[in-house]
C-alpha cells in the first residue's frame, strides 16, 4: 500500500513468479495494481490497519474464496473484495 500525491494504491506482488531455486538472475519483481482511490473518498482520514485474506486459488479443495482487504482509516472499516466494482465502507 501506498500513498503519493493524495491517493492510495495497493499492489500484490505474485511469489510464484519468482523461483529462487532456479539460476534465474534476470527474475523481476512484479508488482501489479490491485486498486486505488483518493484520500478524500476517506475524508483524509490516516490509514491505521490493513488485514488481508488470500484467495484459496492454489488450494487442492477449491473453495472459490475470493481475495478480501479490510482498510481501516480512522475509526472506519472499508473492504475490498476481488472482481468487485468498488469498495464498500461500515462504520
Known sequence: MTL???KYKMY???LDDLNFFKDNKDAQYKFKLLFEYDDDYVNFKELKDIHVRG???KEV???NQKLI???LH???IYSW???KE???SQT
Do not use: A
Open 55 to 57: 484467495s484459496s486459488r
Open 4 to 6: 503519493k500525491d493524495g
Open 69 to 71: 482487504i479490510f482498510l
Open 81 to 83: 473484495i476481488d472482481g
Open 12 to 14: 500484490t506482488l505474485d
Open 74 to 76: 480512522d475509526e472506519q
Open 86 to 88: 468498488e469498495e464498500e
Open 61 to 63: 479443495i477449491q473453495l
